[in-house]
């Protein structure tokens, strides 16, 4: 998975907050953790419980981002 800008939506679905690929505008989007959800019902919001699958997996793309060199992946 390549790098991405992500935007943190609240899902109405579950109310947890999810991460959204930010150019991703779809009726139906998919967060990094493979939620989906209509894009009317997941308003971009920080606030509120996050997805730790979500966090997860961002946070790794993350990590080897900026590691580029870390072999031990």
Avoid: Q
Avoid at 1 to 18: G, K, N, P, Q
Avoid at 26 to 32: D, K, N, P
Wanted: proline fraction near 7%; hydrophobic fraction near 35%; charged fraction near 25%.
């Amino acid at each position: 998975m390549e790098a991405a800008r992500w935007t943190w939506r609240l899902s109405a679905y579950d109310e947890r907050v999810h991460a959204f690929p930010s150019d991703e505008r779809a009726s139906l989007i998919e967060a990094v953790c493979t939620h989906t959800v209509p894009y009317a019902k997941a308003p971009r919001t920080h606030s509120g419980p996050r997805c730790v699958s979500c966090l997860l997996i961002v946070g790794d793309v993350l990590t080897a981002v900026d590691n580029p060199g870390d072999k031990s992946r």
